[in-house]
Structure formats: C-alpha cells, structure tokens
C-alpha cells in the first residue's frame, strides 16, 4: 500500500507538470519536473539512511556520507523549484511547488518504509 501510495504521487507530478510543459511553459513544467526527481531521490536515499543506521551491516561513515549527498540533493530541489516559482492551480486553490514537494517527503518516507520492511522480510 505504501509504494502504491508513493507511485501514485510520482504519477500525479508527472501529469501536473507535463500538462505545465504543454500549457504554459515548457522550461517551467521541466524544470519542475526536475525538482520533483531530486527532491524525491534525496528525501528517500536521506530516510533509507536514517532507517538503517542500527543495522550492524552498514558503517556509520558511510551512511553519513550517503546522507550529506541526499541534503545535497533535497537543497538543490528546494532551490531550483524557488527559482521556477511554480504553483499548482487546483479550481480556486493555490498549491505552491514548495509544498507539493514537501508532499513528496512524505511519499519518500513512504516508500522508505516499504523497501525497508521488503528487505528486513527477506533475511
């Protein structure tokens, strides 16, 4: 159910922002998209390493050093979406990019989750 749940949100991202790209500007609706990518990439690689820090299989200065690449990539989401300004219009709601991608956290943890859970089943 989790993964089902985080599919669907990279879903819904990817047919906001190509309805972005096709309607308004393309440049806009990519670079979104792009945001989006790192941003979710970022926040699952940052979960996963907190997940797995009491596993006695990974080093801790791995995991650090994993972790310092995600905030790399989670700061480079947040900046490009600040730069693009983009907003999800939603009837006469206003969804800011920043916000959706803070949405996208939480699909992360998520999906986190779920592949922890998968892995710890197999072993």
Known sequence: MREILALGYAFLTLIICANAMVGASFRVGAEALLAYALNFAGMAILFVCFLARDE?????????????????????GFALM?????????????????????V??????????????RLRARW
């Open 56 to 76: 006695k299989k990974y080093p801790k200065v791995y995991l650090i050093a994993a972790a310092a690449g995600a905030l790399v990539l989670v700061a480079a």
């Open 82 to 102: 600040m730069r693009t300004g983009f907003r999800i219009y939603f009837y006469d709601a206003v969804i800011p990019g920043l916000v959706w991608l803070l």
């Open 104 to 117: 996208g956290g939480v699909a992360a943890l998520l999906w986190s989750l779920h592949m922890t859970a």
